[in-house]
């Protein structure tokens, strides 16, 4: 229903969408056990939490993630150096330089170029990983672009200040950067999450069409479900939690129907 949305404003809208259920959060914690007993799921969280539902619904995304490490960067991560961009106003006026060939390196650059100093892109092959149309819009843009290339060092007092940048057989190159953005990919890591018999296929849920899991009242939606023909976009993931929430209600009550009926009936 959007032409354009930024993440953050996503969120945004569906955390107040949310706040109409008030659902109770617990953040900055991870779920490290579950177990059925009897027709109820308990779900333990690493501080000791215990919750026990009528049915869980999975949508860990690729599960806990890190960002691939910078080599040069090494004690530099948060005097400069970052992993993520959640917003862009911090960057303002600043020498920026982004490390990475993929859609997240060539979205950021594109959006931090009106308003950075400079925007200078590194990537260690000639070939990039993005959206074409993206990859255009940065090369007509003020981005400077190197490739066949490494960040090799980053200098600077208590923060960065300069990038040393080594081309393929070519002597090293300096730029200003008082902002370092390494978007070199994460590793996944489903956690616990493999050691509570769930069927996984190579760090993915294995669900059906009505996203069940193999354990009774445990369903999974988005990224981290894996089915024949299986398409991983955001739109997508949205219609897997709800397919797997009416499921999970007629789990929970056998009376109810699968298809609730239009908002629109109300």
């Known amino acids: 229903g959007f032409p354009s949305i930024k993440g953050r404003d996503l969120v945004a809208g569906l955390v107040t969408q949310a706040d109409t259920a008030k659902p109770d959060y617990y953040l900055d914690r991870t779920a490290s056990t579950l177990a059925h007993e009897g027709e109820r799921v308990v779900v333990g969280l690493d501080d000791g939490t215990r919750i026990e539902a009528g049915a869980v619904l999975i949508t860990a995304g690729i599960g806990k993630f890190s960002p691939r490490p910078l080599p040069a960067g090494e004690g530099w991560a948060g005097r400069g150096l970052e992993f993520f961009v959640p917003s862009f106003a911090p960057y303002d006026d600043k020498d920026v330089v982004v490390v990475g060939g993929g859609d997240s390196a060539f979205d950021w650059a594109q959006h931090l170029e009106p308003m950075a100093s400079s925007v200078t892109m590194v990537h260690r092959r000639d070939a990039f990983r993005a959206h074409e149309r993206t990859v255009r819009a940065v090369r007509d843009s003020t981005v400077e672009i190197i490739t066949k290339a490494q960040v090799t060092a980053l200098r600077g007092e208590t923060s960065v200040e300069e990038v040393e940048i080594v081309v393929d057989g070519q002597e090293p190159i300096v730029r200003p950067a008082q902002a370092v953005v390494a978007a070199l990919g994460f590793i996944a890591d489903l956690g616990t ?5 769930i ?13 069940r899991t ?6 999974a939606a988005g990224d981290i479900t894996e089915y024949p023909g299986k398409v991983r976009l955001i739109a997508v993931g949205f219609g897997e939690a709800a397919t797997a929430v009416n499921n999970a209600a007629v789990a929970i009550d056998p009376t109810a129907h699968v298809f609730p009926g ?5």
């Open 193 to 197: 999450l493999q050691t509570w018999g």
């Open 262 to 266: 239009h908002s629109s009936e109300l």
């Open 214 to 219: 193999n354990l009774p009242r445990i369903f």
């Open 199 to 211: 069927t996984t296929d190579k760090r993915h849920v294995v669900v059906d069409s009505a996203m």
